[in-house]
T-cell receptor
Framework: QKEVEQNSGPLSVPEGAIASLNCTYSDRGSQSFFWYRQYSGKSPELIMF????GDKEDGRFTAQLNKASQYVSLLIRDSQPSDSATYLC?????????????FGKGTLLTVNP | GAGVSQSPSNKVTEKGKDVELRCDPI?????LYWYRQSLGQGLEFLIYFQGNSAPDKSGLPSDRFSAERTGGSVSTLTIQRTQQEDSAVYLC?????????FGSGTRLTVV
C-alpha cells in the first residue's frame, strides 16, 4: 500500500508569515507530485505540481522536492487569511499505476489576521 | 463544459436503497476518476476510466459499488443497497495529462 503522510495540523501562522507544509511518500518510483488546496465544503483545487528535484516557484507558492528523501513541501510566502484551507499532498503512482494519485489526509492551515 | 459537472450535489437516501451519481467530465479529457472523501479521511480512490481501456476498479470497496462510462464521456457511479458507512462526498475528476480537475462532488447521506 503506497502511502502519503502529512502533518494534520492545524498549522496556525500570522498574516504575512511563511507557511511551510510538508509531505513524505513511500513509493520510491513516483515521479509526479501535486499540491491541492481544499476550502471547507469545497472540492480540491490544483495549485502546484512538481516533477524535478529542487524548487518550483509560482507567485507566492514554492514547491520543493527531494526524491532521495522522498519528501515534498509547499511554502506559502506572505500568507493571507484567504490561504486558510486544507492542503492536500498527492503523489502519482509508478509503473502500472502511473495514472493514479494517492492523497495525504491534508494539513489544515489557518492564517490569522 | 468549462468544468467537471456532478449531480446531484446532495443526496439523502434511506439505508438499503440504490443511488446513482453522475459525472460529466471536461470535454476532451480522456481520463475520468471517482474518489470518495469521508469526514476526517483522505481521498480514497474508487475507479479509473481511460478511453476504451478496461477500467481500474481496484478501489471499489464492495460489490455493491459499480460504475460505467458511456461513449467515453459521462460516467455514473451506482451504489446498491446503501449502508450508513457509504455516507461521504463522492468526487469525480477528469484529466488530459496527470493533473486532475475535480468536480464539486456529491454529498451522500444514508439515513
Amino acid at each position: 500500500q503506497k502511502e502519503v503522510e502529512q502533518n494534520s495540523g492545524p498549522l496556525s501562522v500570522p498574516e504575512g508569515a511563511i507557511a511551510s507544509l510538508n509531505c513524505t511518500y513511500s513509493d520510491r518510483g513516483s515521479q509526479s507530485f501535486f499540491w491541492y488546496r481544499q476550502y471547507s465544503g469545497k472540492s480540491p483545487e490544483l495549485i502546484m505540481f512538481i516533477y524535478s528535484n529542487g524548487d518550483k516557484e509560482d507567485g507566492r507558492f514554492t514547491a520543493q522536492l527531494n526524491k532521495a528523501s522522498q519528501y515534498v513541501s509547499l511554502l506559502i510566502r506572505d500568507s493571507q487569511p484567504s490561504d486558510s484551507a486544507t492542503y492536500l499532498c498527492a503523489v502519482m503512482g509508478s509503473g502500472g499505476s502511473n495514472y493514479k494519485l494517492t492523497f495525504g489526509k491534508g494539513t489544515l492551515l489557518t492564517v490569522n489576521p | 463544459g468549462a468544468g467537471v459537472s456532478q449531480s446531484p450535489s446532495n443526496k439523502v437516501t434511506e439505508k438499503g436503497k440504490d443511488v446513482e451519481l453522475r459525472c460529466d467530465p471536461i470535454s476532451g479529457h480522456t481520463a475520468l476518476y471517482w474518489y470518495r472523501q469521508s469526514l476526517g479521511q483522505g481521498l480514497e480512490f474508487l475507479i479509473y476510466f481511460q478511453g476504451n481501456s478496461a477500467p481500474d476498479k481496484s478501489g471499489l470497496p464492495s460489490d455493491r459499488f459499480s460504475a460505467e462510462r458511456t461513449g467515453g464521456s459521462v460516467s455514473t457511479l451506482t451504489i446498491q443497497r446503501t449502508q450508513q458507512e457509504d455516507s461521504a462526498v463522492y468526487l469525480c475528476a477528469s484529466s488530459l495529462w496527470s493533473g486532475y480537475t475535480f468536480g464539486s462532488g456529491t454529498r451522500l447521506t444514508v439515513v
